[in-house]
């Protein structure tokens, strides 16, 4: 019982990190249309800076306590590059998915690159400050806080981003716009200015994950490849542009993962791919998603 | 002018043996020029770090060498490529022999890279001396018996190693035993290795768990809650990359690290990143061929320490050693062979059989060069201790051991080896 209990929090807090980068990739398809490969890179740019911001930080001698509120400050101050990538984007709205694909994945290039300029090539990490936090522990259990307060910025995150969405009056004009992208610009929504905004949204998600969970891991040039991977999968297995696929399916790969390094270590990456093919034979528009007219 | 057979079997035996390997008069007209080496280094990605690392070490191996004349009277000049991919790494290889013409080739640290490139070495006839990256699997097929070729210690020594002094000194103190090791060839060999071990020594343990993350995996607490459930006495890990600090990080957080015996023949290649307050003490822990803070070192490595922590603001780890000494032993062989040659320059061949057999003192200890082209290094491991000056652990007690107890003689297969070799515990 204990050691389920230890094993399902590790395997819901890779969920949470996975749920933030996909609900931003989830959010930008569902309005804007664009499957967006650069998420990844939002998640890694956020893990670099989040390690600088800590850094400049700790030697202006803000408290270590603070350290969260720190990372959660510097994932959203980086959104101001989602306009000028947006505005970019604004050039492959109307065109074929694979040049959307091939402009995403270039830009994914591209960052690596501006990665290993501006931080090197090594991998960076931050001490263990976060452990500050303490440790939740009892007899084999044994969790650090900080792990838990990522779980709840995440599932804050989504229940924010539903309220944002249900009951506000723009989130009612991004599901609009999401809908009837025509009609809703006849109706006199700037539909560019609503993209813009999307799109900055999507980043900060993406830029706040990597910066949320840089201090139990590390930044690394390889990292944005790696973790859209696993993003495609949670997006396809809780159906693309749905919010409340993004969540489910996220704790589903999270889940998989972890309890399956249990039973079979030798199914950690096939267990995800089967629960994929599984969803995409039953269920081709995933768990969530709406089936193509 | 009728050209008659004879005539032109001649003159294409003339050119031949102008255009040989060590041509017989390249060496007189190359005499002034200065000696140009080849470095073949990851420079970006997981291993960059120990790639600068024997940069680092060959530049200040050529600094100090030229001062003191080169090698046999030409200074020496370094032309340094990117080691990445096989393929692209074969490419540069390529370029460094036929288009900068270089007189040797140094570097490799991935296994993957070293087993695509040995064939290509040993076709284009140039001499070549990897740093690293020689695990058991494919090395028998796809580098057999090479002549250009001059290999690492076998990566499976600090397997042997760690193997043996957790016999000496835990045997009958853990019963279940727990592995967390990269998904390559390295990881699954080591783990291999460390079992074969415990099997030729009778000691009786079940393997609860093995776990095997992707190599650069930087979320491992599913790994870590997986570990736990096994509730292990004893894990052994070759996490060797930049995952390994993050690993001993999330294992000390969920309390893995208190009770559990950890042995980590690799962990030096991220030593100071191994810092002191999630990395236990009396944690056993391999620093490969090179400790950078052996109070037994002799004057040579403590210079280069000193230089390194001096203008690096670090201390370097086992890649500055194995490229320290493919430097060296270069050297060597070449004066060794020129001076049997009455100080003239050798031919890449004179090299070559200088190379075998030959004894160089490098920054880790002693080393040496079998005749089958696989070199026999010191290597250092212990147990971890707070008690330094640093952030990060040292060795508290450790024990050095050479190569010619640790990896396989001549011939022989690896597994087989270990099941009737006789090692001293």
């Known amino acids: 019982m204990i050691a389920f209990a230890n094993i399902l929090v590790g395997g819901v807090f890779h969920a949470a990190v996975l749920f933030l980068v996909a609900a931003g990739l989830q959010l930008v398809f569902g309005v804007q249309k664009i499957i967006n490969l650069a998420c990844g890179s939002f998640y890694a740019l956020g893990a670099y800076f989040g390690i600088t911001f800590i850094g400049y930080a700790t030697d202006a001698g803000v408290s270590a306590w603070l350290i969260l509120p720190g990372l959660v400050v510097a994932g959203i101050l980086l959104g101001f590059i989602g306009p000028p990538i947006e505005r970019l984007l604004r050039t492959v709205y109307d065109r074929d998915e694979s040049f959307q694909l091939l402009l995403t994945f270039a830009l994914v290039l591209m960052f690596q690159d501006v990665f290993r300029f501006i931080w090197g090539s090594n991998p960076r990490s931050l001490d263990s400050a976060y452990l500050i936090y303490g440790t939740i522990s009892g007899r084999e259990f044994s969790v650090p806080v900080y792990n838990l307060l990522v779980i709840a910025a995440a599932i804050a995150t989504a229940a924010g981003l539903g309220a944002f969405l249900q009951r506000t009056d723009f989130g009612r004009i991004l599901r609009a716009t999401a809908e009837n992208r025509a009609m809703a610009e006849a109706l006199g929504v700037d539909v560019r200015r609503v993209y813009a905004a999307v799109f900055t949204l999507g980043t900060v998600l993406g830029t706040t994950a990597g910066a949320l969970v840089v201090p139990t891991a590390a930044a690394s040039l390889d990292m944005a490849i790696e973790f859209v991977v696993e993003a495609f999968a949670v997006v396809v297995i809780g159906g693309l542009g749905s919010m409340r696929g993004a969540f489910a399916g996220a704790l589903i790969v999270g889940l998989i993962r972890a309890y399956s390094l249990v039973l079979y270590p030798e199914l950690e990456v096939l267990a995800i791919y089967i629960i994929v093919i599984a969803v995409l034979l039953i269920r081709p528009a995933g768990l969530f998603g709406r089936p193509a007219a | 002018m009728a050209i008659s057979r004879r005539s032109l079997l001649k003159s294409a035996a003339a050119v031949g043996a102008l255009s040989a390997p060590g041509a017989v008069f390249a060496p007189a007209l190359a005499q002034r020029e200065p000696v140009r080496i080849g470095i073949l280094a990851p420079r970006s990605g997981i291993a960059a770090a120990p790639g600068e690392n024997g940069i680092r070490a060959t530049q200040w191996a050529v600094e100090r060498f030229n001062a003191q004349g080169g090698i046999a009277g030409r200074k020496i000049e370094l032309v340094i490529a990117e080691e990445s991919t096989p393929k692209d790494t074969i490419e540069r290889f390529s370029k460094l022999v036929q288009q900068d ?325």
């Not at chain 2, 727990?178 to 990881?187: K, L, Q, T, V």
């Not at chain 2, 099997?199 to 009786?204: D, L």
């Not at chain 2, 009455?342 to 160089?360: K, R, Y």
């Not at chain 2, 008690?387 to 001549?410: C, I, R, S």
Request: include cysteine; aromatic fraction near 12%; charge should be negative.
């Open chain 2, 101 to 425: 013409k270089v007189d040797c080739v140094q570097g490799i640290i991935s296994t993957g890279v070293g087993l695509a490139l040995g064939p290509v070495v040993e076709e284009a006839r140039a001499l070549t001396i990897y740093w690293d990256g020689t695990t058991q699997d494919g090395v028998d097929e796809k580098i057999p018996n090479p002549r250009y070729l001059f290999r690492s210690t076998d990566n499976e020594c600090e397997a042997i190693m760690s193997s043996l002094l957790t016999i000496k000194h835990w045997k009958g103190k853990f019963a279940t035993v727990a592995g967390i090791n990269p998904d390559y060839s390295y990881g699954r060999n080591n783990m291999a290795a460390f079992a074969a071990m415990l099997k030729r020594f009778g000691i009786e343990h079940k393997v609860v768990t093995e776990q095997w993350p992707k190599v650069g995996t930087m979320d491992l607490t599913s790994h870590v809650a997986a570990l736990k459930a096994a509730q292990p006495d004893l894990i052994f890990s070759s996490l060797l990359f930049a995952d390994l600090p993050v690993f001993m990080k999330q294992a000390h957080a969920a309390g893995l690290t208190k009770d559990t015996k950890l042995v980590f023949p690799a962990a030096g290649w991220q030593h100071t990143l191994m810092k002191k307050e999630f990395t236990p003490e009396g944690m056993l822990f391999g620093h490969n061929t090179l400790y950078f803070a052996n109070p037994n070192a002799s004057p040579l490595a403590k210079e280069f320490v000193d230089w390194y922590e001096k203008t690096h603001k670090d201390y370097p780890e086992w890649e500055a050693d194995r490229a320290y000494f493919a430097i060296a032993s270069y050297k060597a062989a070449v004066e060794k062979a020129s001076k049997a040659k009455n100080g003239s320059w050798p031919a890449q061949d004179d090299v070559i059989e200088a190379m075998a057999g030959l004894e160089v003192e490098s920054l880790g200890g002693k080393g040496a060069w079998r005749k089958d082209h696989i070199a026999e290094q010191t290597f250092v491991q212990g147990f971890t201790t707070h008690n330094n000056k640093y952030d990060f652990v040292t060795l508290g007690t450790f024990e050095t051991m050479y190569a010619a107890d640790l990896q396989k003689p001549a011939g022989a297969n690896f597994w087989d080896w270990i099941k009737t070799a006789q090692f001293k515990v």
